[in-house]
């Protein structure tokens, strides 16, 4: 058991737990991406509303979101520490640098976790937290003709203080009443400093990203001439450009739609 410490308390141990969180993470903003692509649907939020209840109610996902949380917190914890231990060993910078944007995101992966770990916090509470653990939600009610397909969204207020969800069918018309946590992004998204702030959270992932992806591989010794180009691939189209990007897009989209109302 000493050893099993010892190893994971060495730079190379704590080098692997970062390169594994992270390689969790990147999974997590792939299903991530994918569920707030659902905010891009004209239907008043019904899609997302009814993938935000899934996701906070359904205990399988729940135990994988706290399990998420805790490798948030590993990652960046050990991050902090591997930064503060380079710095300590280097106080005295290169004297010739390279101006590469890898070069730069991985000499200030300390800055972009930093950033990254300030905006989950914010985000998280700006969101899960007031979903979970705060009543100050609004709730709606979707009727969906399933004849016709067609679905009309109303608000609905609650009999009881303890409802969150339901489901029925009545003459051929689906209701589904629900939390309207769509409600909150329009709101949180009207806010010009909160958008901003949001893309330049996703300019860090992007950066981040960048370094961290093919790192993380090449902590595990998962390289090979054949597969090289595909991680870079992946890591820079995937990681660093796409999933920013539409993420990003996300608070830009409703911050302008707000300015039209």
Same mark, same amino acid.
């Given at each position: 058991m000493s050893e099993f410490k010892q190893?994971?308390?060495s730079s190379l141990g704590k080098k692997l737990i970062m390169a594994l969180t992270g390689l969790f993470l990147c999974t997590f903003l792939i299903v991530h991406v994918g569920g707030n692509l659902l905010l891009f649907k004209h239907d008043d939020g019904f899609a997302f509303n009814?993938? %935000?209840?899934?996701? /906070?109610?359904?205990?399988p996902i729940e135990v994988i979101a706290y399990l998420l949380y805790f490798f948030i917190i590993l990652h960046s914890v050990y991050a902090l520490v591997l930064t503060i231990k380079n710095r300590r060993a280097r106080p005295v910078g290169y004297a010739v640098t390279t101006k590469s944007p890898t070069s730069w995101s991985s000499k200030n992966m300390g800055l972009l976790g930093s950033i990254l770990l300030l905006f989950i916090v914010i985000h998280m509470g700006d969101f899960w937290?007031?979903?979970?653990?705060?009543d100050i939600l609004p709730f709606k009610e979707y009727?969906?003709?399933? %004849?016709?397909?067609? /679905?009309?969204?109303?608000?609905?207020k609650p009999e009881v203080p303890t409802f969150e969800r339901s489901i029925s069918t009545e003459n051929n018309v689906e209701i589904v009443r629900v939390k309207d946590l769509h409600s909150r992004i329009q709101w949180s998204f009207s806010h010009l400093w909160y958008v901003v702030f949001y893309v330049i959270a996703m300019v860090a992932v992007s950066f981040h990203l960048l370094h961290g992806f093919q790192s993380a591989f090449k902590t595990l010794g998962w390289v090979h001439?054949?597969?090289?180009?595909?991680?870079?691939?992946?890591?820079?189209?995937?990681?660093a450009v796409i999933i920013p990007?539409?993420?990003?897009?996300?608070?830009?989209?409703?911050?302008f739609q707000s300015l039209n109302k």
């Open positions: 190893t994971f308390n009814s993938y %935000a209840n899934f996701l /906070t109610h359904f205990p937290f007031t979903y979970k653990y705060k009727r969906t003709n399933l %004849a016709t397909n067609q /679905t009309t969204a109303s608000e609905y001439k054949k597969y090289d180009g595909i991680v870079s691939f992946i890591g820079t189209w995937l990681f990007l539409l993420f990003a897009l996300m608070p830009i989209i409703y911050y």
